[in-house]
Every structure is written in structure tokens, then in C-alpha cells.
């Protein structure tokens, strides 16, 4: 019976050769994409799961009760993890990481590398699985001069992993100190949110913060590894209040969150959990399902439209006493069949795209047959056989051989019915996916063209490092004599993660109200470079001697002050008083998800340690090129890591350009899918309708009008997909746009282009079958009269 079904089943493939590859073709399609997605998805899932204890790590986040609402921030006193380990039982480890965004500098005697670092508390490896090649994890980081780097910077350092016991130096701004390499760790996998080339002991940045370590200053991340058996929520209860008894004056609390949470759930509104990453995880899942779906829709609809040629098949084995049950299980073995052979094709294109598949998304995917790829893969294809093949095995198997023998078929009218509307399904999610294209890319182009109250084009910017920094006035004065750089200085940073203080007051501030301000350190001429505009009073100037008790600060820093003429006026800053000189224009110094935040520039040269250069348009490389080899004389042996201020400002956008490219490969892959579907429908009702055609261009009608007659029932169909996708896309480009502080106003021609746009496809796609279906000849579709 096995050998009978299939042989059967290749004899109607065979039989059928378009409407077979017309479905291999848009299964396959669909189950790559869902490859594709599902190997995102997992990846992304996977991020910082991979420690042993992760039901028992947890991070403690941090909320600021303040005028504006709650902010919750990673950041807490650098005194809490060790606070915490002694006082709360509950806690078996507590571990603090620093919280430096610059990169080091490390060196031996013949190399100097740029890296990334942290300062971490010495139980790090009890609490985080990073394997170590050498060293013993217990002891790595006990020593105040102890350092461990990973086997990268190892290699790089001394050609070799076997680095225990050499002695390097790190140095960041104007601290460095030679240390003992006591351990060496594996390179820090993909799928861990925190990358870094060394760790060094946290005791070295309680010197480092000097009298800035204490419970009002927040500056290093805590991390918990809790008891077994401990109910991670008493232990949220437990810490709540754990700043305020040892600093009652201050409005924070505490609250734990997994780990593994931080990737995926980094988004908090009003001190509550509100998304982040996870909402892309769930798109792309949706339009994985959709693109399916749509690809089985084509399945069934072709199948049940090629029924009335099967009807003979089913009559006879109905009267020869096959069950209806028999009949559908072949049918569906027939679907099952064609999509494993869709899933080796599917295969195959996700090998060739997986490489511009990455580059688009910035993953290191790879087609690797593991057991959950393979279970996942095997799952997926036969949850779209089933699927695509339900429909018709049941339709097929329930005609009744008396009538089908007859050449009756009952029930036709309904399944005409299912067929439209399985059509305008498939067409409704593709014009949301259209207008979802527009509006993402739409929103993408307006917030990078957006006036930023700043120039970020043609700025380089680099860490002073070495003599830079011990001559960087110097330095600066020779970099603006450059041919190609127009102006140049020296700052903190501008863009993404900048440092905030509560510790400022003013004449007539409620002393209940704690007021979060972005701060920025900055070199005279930091605003000018920028392009910055004024608004009131003056920048920094060296003019001016006494500009290092003054300070600048935004509109809305003002503005939340409530202060009315404000320069002049004297605010208090750390315990020191302040004269405000200037204010600024605003400027979105952070993404356009966040309104623009009160902030102030604060001089002072010897914090401001990344060198702005502003080159001309159009000579940039000539600029680079001598700016490389003025900085090789100062620092001879020393890498000249430089960036683009732009491209700063673009990668917080990264998720969203990603989205927008993806959204347009997933949309023409949608389209292209439903079309294939169109086709082949449109195909087969011409072939159904030659002999009606015949008789109608017998009787005079012309080509035009059986073309229309042909596309009409199909245009009435996209129309009503065109009506029910409009106000369902509407919600949800509106329920994305309100990530954004600032974002584009919806226009009715992106809803009306889209759905012209699906409605000229379907045209093109029927009138194609529609104009060659007019054009035969009719003494052909006669003959056999």
C-alpha cells in the first residue's frame, strides 16, 4: 500500500507539473524564511543563558524615584554588592562590575592594545561561567594587583595563552598601574551581552573613585547569586528599602531581575518591566508564521481548485471501499511529501543567504545540524504539511463516489468560498506588510535627517591615550593646523551612555525632588566643534580664566529648574558653586525613543579625554592620513582607534535599520509567495474556462473584454484584502511608533500606496494568464465539441 500511495502520489506530481512546482517553489520559499527566523530567534534567546547557575543569577537594577516619574538604571553604589553578600543570608555571592565605557589601553614592553575591561569583585568566576585556561577561579582575582586576560589578548600580547605570572599595565584617562596577569580566561562567547579582554579587581576602582565611593554616587553594576532554594521574590521584598537604611535621605530603591533577563527585557517604564528586545524576538516570529501560512494557503488552494480532475480517482476508490479515512491520510501524505522535499530546498537557500542574512543582522549564524536545529527544522515542515495539506485531504476525501461517478460535485459554491477567502487572506497580510515596510523605513530616514540641534557629520573622534594625553593641549593646537580639519577639541561623551548626577542645586528647589541631569565634561571649544548653537549668554572660553567655576547648561535643564533669566545666576554643583554663563540650544545628545533629557557641560580638560575633529567634507581621508601620523609621533607603537561621531548616532538605530531591511525582504518575499498563488489559480480558471472563452470570441467578444472577465473576480478579491489591511496596519505602525519620542505623522498615501501597490501586483500576476487565455485561438478550445 505504502509502494501504491507512492507511486500515486508521483504520477499526479508528474501530472500536475506547474501546480508542483508552483507549490515547491513558495513552501520552500516560506520554510527558509522560517529557517532563517527560527535560527535568529534562537540565537537571540540564547544570549546569556549559558551560565550553570542561571535560574540563580540575578542583576540588581536600581529605581530613582524623581520629579519626572521613575527611572530604573543598572547602576547602584559600588558598595552594595559587598553590603549585600554580609547582610543579606539569602545572597550566597555578590559581585560588582565597574562601569567605564572607554576603552584601556594595555601594554608590555613591546605592544600597546586597545581593550575593553572591567573592575570586578574576586568571587566574578564563582558567579559567571567564562571558563578559565589557566588560573584557578577562586583565586584569579583575590590580589589588588591581579589581572586576567582572555586568550585574544593573550596571543596578542605574548603569542602564546600561557601568560600566568607576566606583568602588563592598563591605563584609562589618567590612571594606570602595572599588574600581575594571574589568570587567563576563553574568549568571551557571541551570545553573552557583556564582551570584554580582561577583568581586573574591583579594589583597584575603590581607589580609583577615592572619596566618590559612598551610597549617593552610583557607579558599578551588582550582580547576585542566590542560595538554592531561595525565592528570588522575598528577596526582592528583602532589598527594597536596603539604600535608604544606610542613606535616608536618598529615593532609591532596589529590585532584582534574572540575568539572562537583560538582553531581551532592558526596557523600563516608570520603574516597570516594559519590553525591549523581546518585541523584534515576537515580530519576526508573527511574520515567520505569516509567511507560512501564506505559503500553505497556496497549497491548499491549488489543490482543491485542481479537485475536479482527482474526482474520478476518489469516486472509484470509494466504491472500491476506501475509507474516507484512508483517503485523507494519503492526501495528506502527499503534503507531508512535498514539504520534506520543500524543507531539502529550503535547506539549501538558507546555506546561500545565511551569509547576507548575517551581515544584514549582525549575527555569526550558521547552518549546523544539531539536534534542536534539527528537531526545529523537522517540526516546522511537517506543521506546514499537515497544515497546508488539512484543508484539501478533507475536501478531497469527502465526495460521494454515486455523484462523482456522475460527474456531480455537491458543494462546490462552499469550496469557491474558502478559496476566495483563503485569497484575501493571504493578500491582507501582505499589504500590512507593505505599509509596515514604509512606515519602518519612513521613520528610519526622518530620525536620520532630523535637525539634532548639532552636527554629527564629518567628526572624528578617538581616546587620548599615552603622551596625547599628558600633552593634549599640544596635541590639539597641531591637530587643527591640518589641511581638511576646520576645528578640533576634547570631551566626554556625546552620544548613547552619558554619566548623570542628582548632586545639583538651585535657589528654590524642592528638597524632596531628586532632578536626574546629564552631564558632560568638555574642553574649551568642545560646543564650538560640536555645532552647538547658543541660545543665550556664551560658551567656555579661555578669555576667561575663571571658567572652571562656570557651567552651560540645555533648554530643558532650564526649563526644569524654572528658572527665568538664567544667566548670571549661581547653582551648586558637588558642593561647589557654579555660575551659569550659558544655554544651549537642545540637542538630542541620546535616540529619538527619549525626550531630550536636562543636561549641562561642565569644564573640565583633564576628564574631557576624547579628541573631536572636524574635517571638511570631502577630505577626510587626506585629514586621517596626516591626523594618523601626527598621532604616530606622539604615541609611536600606539593604534589610532578612531570613529565616526554619525556612525555613533546610526548604531542606535541598529535595531530599527535591521528591522526595516528584514521587514523589506520578508514583505517582497510575502508578495512574491501570494503571487505565485494568484498565478497559479488564474492559470487553472482559464484552463476550467477555455471553452466558455471559445464560445464568447465566436460570438464577437474581443480580447480586452474576456481579459477583464478573467481579472475582475480576482481585483474584487485584493480590494477587500486592500479594506480589512488598511485600518489593521494602521494599529500596528501606530503601536510601534510609539517607541519613539519623536517620530513621523502617519499619512494616508503610505495606506493608499501600499494598497495600489498590492493591487497592480495582482493585475500583472492574473492579467499575464488573463491576456494569453484571451488570445487562443477558439476553433482550439472547440474541437473536441
Excluded at 333 to 352: C, D, H, N, P, R
Aim: a neutral charge; one cysteine or more.
Amino acid at each position: 500500500m505504502i509502494r501504491h500511495s507512492l507511486l500515486l502520489m508521483y504520477r499526479n506530481f508528474k501530472r500536475f507539473k506547474s501546480t508542483f512546482f508552483i507549490n515547491l517553489i513558495g513552501l520552500s520559499s516560506g520554510l527558509a524564511c522560517a529557517l532563517l527566523i527560527f535560527l535568529w530567534v534562537s540565537d537571540e534567546l540564547s544570549v546569556d543563558g549559558f551560565h550553570e547557575n542561571d535560574s540563580r543569577l540575578f542583576q540588581v537594577m536600581t529605581n530613582h524615584d524623581n520629579a519626572e516619574g521613575v527611572t530604573t538604571m543598572e547602576a547602584g553604589p559600588g558598595l552594595l554588592a559587598e553590603t549585600l553578600a554580609e547582610e543579606v543570608p539569602e545572597v550566597k555571592y555578590a559581585v560588582s562590575s565597574s562601569i567605564i565605557p572607554d576603552k584601556f589601553v594595555v601594554s608590555d614592553d613591546n605592544h600597546h592594545i586597545n581593550a575593553s575591561g572591567q573592575f570586578v569583585s574576586k568571587d566574578f568566576f564563582n558567579v559567571f561561567s567564562y571558563p578559565l585556561l589557566h588560573g584557578n577561579r577562586e583565586q584569579v582575582l583575590a590580589g589588588k594587583s591581579a589581572i586576567v586576560i582572555s586568550e585574544e589578548l593573550a596571543m596578542k600580547l605574548f603569542g602564546t595563552t600561557n601568560a600566568v605570572g607576566r606583568t602588563i599595565k592598563w591605563q584609562i584617562l589618567h590612571f594606570g598601574k602595572p599588574v600581575v596577569v594571574t589568570g587567563v580566561f576563553k574568549n568571551v562567547p557571541a551570545n553573552s551581552s557583556k564582551q570584554f579582554d580582561f577583568l581586573a579587581s574591583f579594589e583597584e576602582f575603590k581607589d580609583m573613585l577615592g572619596d566618590g565611593l559612598h551610597w549617593d554616587n552610583h557607579n558599578a553594576e551588582t550582580y547576585l547569586l542566590l542560595a538554592e532554594g531561595v525565592d528570588p521574590g522575598q528577596v526582592n521584598q528583602k532589598i527594597t528599602g536596603f539604600i535608604k537604611q544606610k542613606l535616608p535621605t536618598s529615593n532609591v530603591s532596589l529590585l532584582i531581575r534574572p540575568y539572562s533577563d537583560r538582553y531581551l527585557y532592558g526596557t523600563y517604564e516608570n520603574g516597570v518591566q516594559a519590553g525591549g528586545r523581546i518585541a523584534y524576538v515576537r515580530l519576526f516570529s508573527i511574520v515567520a508564521v505569516f509567511i507560512l501560512l501564506i505559503a500553505c494557503i497556496n497549497f491548499m488552494n491549488l489543490s482543491t481548485a485542481k479537485a475536479s480532475r482527482r474526482i474520478k480517482e476518489v469516486g472509484i476508490k470509494k466504491s472500491l471501499g476506501a475509507s474516507r479515512a484512508s483517503l485523507a491520510m494519503h492526501y495528506l501524505g502527499e503534503s507531508l511529501l512535498m514539504a520534506f522535499a520543500a524543507l531539502i530546498l529550503a535547506l539549501t537557500i538558507v546555506e546561500l543567504s545565511i551569509g547576507p542574512f548575517n551581515a544584514i543582522t549582525g549575527k555569526q549564524l550558521a547552518l549546523s545540524f544539531a539536534p534542536e536545529f534539527v528537531l526545529g527544522a523537522f517540526g516546522i515542515a511537517c506543521i506546514t504539511g499537515l497544515l497546508a495539506g488539512s484543508y484539501p485531504a478533507l475536501y478531497l476525501s469527502g465526495f460521494r463516489p454515486a455523484e462523482v461517478l456522475r460527474g456531480r460535485l455537491e458543494g462546490l459554491g462552499g469550496e469557491m468560498w474558502a478559496r476566495k477567502g483563503l485569497v484575501v487572506f493571504q493578500f491582507t497580510l501582505s499589504v500590512i506588510l507593505i505599509v509596515a515596510v514604509l512606515v519602518v523605513y519612513k521613520q528610519i530616514e526622518y530620525v536620520q535627517t532630523k535637525n539634532l540641534g548639532y552636527n554629527k557629520d564629518n567628526i572624528v573622534y578617538f581616546s587620548a591615550e599615552g603622551k596625547v594625553q599628558q600633552n593634549l593641549e599640544p596635541f590639539l593646537s597641531e591637530v587643527r593646523q591640518i589641511p581638511g580639519i576646520t576645528n578640533a577639541s576634547s570631551g566626554g561623551s556625546i552620544i548613547g551612555d552619558i554619566g548623570s548626577t542628582i548632586g545639583l542645586t538651585w535657589p528654590g528647589k524642592n528638597p524632596d525632588d531628586d532632578v536626574a541631569f546629564q552631564t558632560v565634561a568638555v574642553n574649551y571649544g568642545m560646543i564650538e566643534t560640536l555645532g552647538i548653537s547658543i541660545k543665550s549668554g556664551r560658551a567656555f572660553s579661555k578669555e576667561f580664566a575663571t571658567d572652571t567655576a562656570k557651567i552651560v547648561f540645555n533648554e530643558t535643564a532650564i526649563a526644569t529648574m524654572g528658572m527665568q533669566d538664567p544667566v548670571g545666576k549661581t547653582v551648586n554643583l558637588w558642593g561647589e558653586d557654579k555660575k551659569i554663563i550659558g544655554v544651549v540650544k537642545d540637542f538630542h545628545f541620546q535616540s529619538l525613543h527619549e525626550q531630550v533629557k536636562p543636561m549641562f557641560f561642565r569644564l573640565e580638560p583633564k576628564q574631557a579625554m576624547k579628541v573631536m575633529a572636524r574635517m571638511e567634507a570631502g577630505r577626510e581621508n587626506e585629514a586621517i592620513a596626516q591626523l594618523q601620523e601626527l598621532h604616530e609621533k606622539y604615541n609611536p607603537g600606539f593604534e589610532l582607534d578612531y570613529k565616526f561621531l554619525n556612525e555613533d548616532y546610526e548604531s542606535l538605530y541598529a535595531a530599527e535599520q535591521r528591522v526595516a531591511v528584514l521587514s523589506k525582504y520578508f514583505a517582497g518575499l510575502a508578495i512574491l509567495i501570494s503571487c505565485l498563488g494568484l498565478f497559479g489559480l488564474a492559470t487553472f480558471t482559464a484552463e476550467r474556462r477555455l471553452k466558455e472563452i471559445g464560445v464568447r470570441k465566436v460570438l464577437g467578444a474581443s480580447e480586452f473584454s474576456i481579459a477583464y472577465l478573467l481579472s475582475v473576480d480576482f481585483s474584487k478579491l485584493v480590494l477587500i484584502s486592500i479594506l480589512i489591511a488598511l485600518p489593521a496596519s494602521y494599529l500596528l505602525v501606530t503601536y510601534w511608533l510609539q517607541n519613539f519620542a519623536y517620530r513621523i505623522e502617519l499619512k494616508l498615501w503610505y495606506f493608499v500606496g501600499a494598497g495600489l501597490l498590492a493591487l497592480f501586483i495582482a493585475w500583472f500576476t492574473v492579467g499575464m494568464q488573463a491576456v494569453k487565455a484571451a488570445k487562443v485561438n477558439p476553433t482550439q478550445c472547440l474541437s473536441d465539441e
